[in-house]
């Protein structure tokens, strides 16, 4: 948890010392929140006018990832997908690995049967800041 979150943790806050916080964070650390589950805690400690800059953010994030809810349940409706889930993991892992490679995290948890709401968020973050840089070699 950053300094902001654990800020509005206190039950006593100063609002504009944490709006003032809030504005000082750059995208990563706001979107870290949102994929650590904490943001909303955030908000609601905001004073109401500042409270709107937060919440078109997370609304653009919990879109991406309804975005890639939507793609996951399609690809678990596939005949092709279900058997290779059914067969041997060695397979799977082929199948997965060929056909979808950036989704293949998140493949392996439903194969797995864990996947989660906060493996989908941190999905998110991962494909919004890639830590890993592509070159062209």
Known sequence: M???????????????ELMSMVFELPEKDKMIMWSEGYIDQVIEKLPEYARDTLESRKEKWEDTKAYYEKQLKEIVKQEEFRVKMKGERKDFALFIMNNYPELQSLLFSIYDGNLKDDDLRKF??????????????
């Open 2 to 16: 950053n300094r902001v979150g654990k800020h509005a943790g206190r039950s006593a806050g100063d609002d504009l």
């Open 124 to 137: 998110v973050f991962r494909k919004r800041f890639n830590s890993r840089k592509k070159y062209l070699h």
